[in-house]
């Protein structure tokens, strides 16, 4: 079995050619299945069988192997079986139907709804900072922005007249998101002040030098908010799943927050939990702590 084996192996470093450090986690994957074979008195690659498999997998993760190191295992074991029967050395694959057990997935920190309204509904000072720190912490609660998206925004994707922002999320791919009534306002306060700072570029957020405001400067911000106002650590992302679970809490529409985070799979919304599907606007609108957008042409 160690034979065929290192026949694998160069098979896949001369024909393959995968790389040194794949090869080695193969080589690794494939040794502690072989080890478990010796245990189990197999003789041979064609004496694994699927439940002599599924109980390896099985132990391996009550050892505490991630999900992920299990799908590479079972990965390395397919690629082995495909080459024995290719070969002519085997005529199964007892990795076929089988899958890694599920990673658990955490529910991502969030601040309930009364300790995010405690952090945006204190006392602002009226400074070119301050002005500026608030925008920054409500459009990212009231639009689920991330970072990057918002770090790139630009004065042309805003018309706060409508109350609407487009940005430029993963994949270069756009979405249009409503802006609620209180980041409006933080933002028609920023705006001016902004414009007094001789800004270099059309960037909405800037320092008072006029240049635009890196990742690590706004993270830097929005802890330090966190610290003052809540007495904890606060990041820019707790802020878009803290959007994501009061939209969802309040609407049970998975598709709307789906969305309007920009998520390309909903499972990766799902995260969140499992809901009913409504309609985007009516849930962004009615539902949103800090939206209650107004509705016709009157924005007062």
């Not at 986690?25 to 008195?41: P, S, W």
């Not at 009550?62 to 002519?88: D, F, T």
């Not at 409006?184 to 635009?212: C, H, Y």
Request: hydrophobic share 35%; glycine share 6%.
């Amino acid at each position: 079995m160690e034979r065929q084996l290192d026949a694998y192996c160069t098979h896949l470093r001369s024909e393959r050619q995968v790389s040194p450090h794949t090869l080695e986690a193969y080589r690794r994957d494939l040794n502690k299945v072989l080890a478990f074979c010796e245990k189990q008195n197999l003789s041979s690659w064609s004496a694994l069988d699927i439940q002599q498999l599924r109980s390896l997998i099985a132990r391996l993760h009550h050892q505490g192997q991630s999900s992920r190191s299990l799908a590479r295992l079972l990965s390395a074991v397919r690629g082995l079986y495909h080459y024995l029967n290719r070969e002519g050395l085997c005529n199964h694959d007892p990795a076929n139907g089988l899958s890694p057990p599920k990673g658990e997935r955490r529910l991502p920190k969030t601040l309930d709804a009364d300790r995010a309204l405690q952090l945006l509904d204190g006392a602002v000072e009226d400074d070119f900072l301050a002005h500026r720190d608030q925008a920054i912490l409500e459009l990212f609660y009231s639009s689920g922005l991330r970072l990057s998206e918002l770090t790139g925004l630009n004065l042309e994707q805003l018309d706060l007249s409508d109350g609407l922002i487009q940005v430029l999320g993963k994949g270069s791919k756009t979405r249009v998101l409503p802006v609620g009534k209180k980041a409006r306002e933080a933002m028609e306060t920023w705006l001016p002040l902004r414009a007094l700072a001789n800004p270099q570029d059309d960037a909405v957020f800037i320092s008072q030098q006029g240049r635009r405001l890196g990742p690590r400067a706004i993270q830097l911000r929005v802890k330090a908010a966190g610290v003052r106002e809540l007495g904890q650590n606060l990041h820019p992302h707790m802020l878009r799943h803290s959007f994501a679970s009061h939209l969802l809490e309040s609407s049970q529409d998975l598709r709307a927050v789906q969305e309007l985070l920009g998520h390309a799979d909903i499972a990766t919304t799902q995260i969140y939990t499992h809901l009913d599907f409504q309609h985007l606007a009516t849930v962004y609108d009615s539902a949103h702590p800090r939206a209650k957008r107004v509705k016709g042409t009157d924005h007062d």
